[in-house]
């Protein structure tokens, strides 16, 4: 308790001289006046939000590059690459069942007793449905790299559009709780 009270004291008395402090230079009637500060140019980004738009909708990541935003950058670049990946990989599948569609498999030229006889076959490894799957994967990586893109250059654009926004975001918690805080100065 005898910290609590301790600590409520000194806060108590910080607040005191902080109001003197504030009375008393503005009853200085002999002071300087105090020149206006001087803000730097820091506040425009250095690039327009329409370019930033641009430039990312064209190659993802560049933008957010150029704004400082180095880990979205990265981010961005990572989907990219491998949606890019998945398209070749999905579209060396799609050749490899179109090429097999009519092909067959022979099991084996001999009968349960030893005898030679016609081949058994096994049924097509790959038929219209496998090679209509196949072609659906590779449009759903060209969705998703048609939406990295869309997304990279909104991105960028609200990036640049709230540059001298000083906003911070704290996120904390444990197993079952989870806070959010943001701050935002105007």
């Known amino acids: 308790m005898s910290l609590l009270k301790s600590i409520a004291r000194l806060w108590v008395l910080t607040a005191v001289l902080a109001i003197a402090a504030a009375r008393a230079n503005a009853q200085d009637s002999t002071a300087a006046p105090r020149p206006t500060p001087v803000v730097p140019d820091t506040l425009r980004p250095p690039i327009s939000p329409g370019k930033a738009f641009l430039h990312s909708l064209i190659l993802p990541g560049s933008a957010q590059n150029r704004l400082g935003r180095h880990r979205v950058a990265v981010g961005i670049v990572t989907v990219e690459m491998l949606s890019v990946a998945m398209i070749r990989e999905s579209g060396a599948d799609v050749r490899e069942a179109r090429r097999l569609r009519g092909d067959s498999l022979v099991l084996t030229y001999v009968d349960a007793n030893g005898n030679k006889t016609t081949p058994t076959l096994e049924r097509r490894r790959?038929?219209?449905?496998?090679?209509?799957s196949r072609r659906s994967h590779v449009e759903d990586w060209v969705a998703l790299l048609i939406a990295n893109h869309l997304f990279a250059?909104?991105?960028?654009?609200?990036?640049?559009?709230?540059?001298?926004?000083?906003?911070?975001?704290?996120?904390?918690?444990?197993?079952?709780?989870?806070?959010?805080?943001?701050?935002?100065?105007?």
Not at 126 to 132: L, M
Not at 170 to 177: E, I, K, L
């Open 126 to 132: 790959f038929g219209d449905e496998e090679v209509s």
């Open 153 to 186: 250059a909104s991105e960028a654009f609200v990036a640049a559009s709230l540059w001298d926004v000083n906003a911070h975001v704290n996120v904390s918690g444990d197993r079952n709780n989870l806070l959010v805080g943001a701050r935002i100065e105007w």
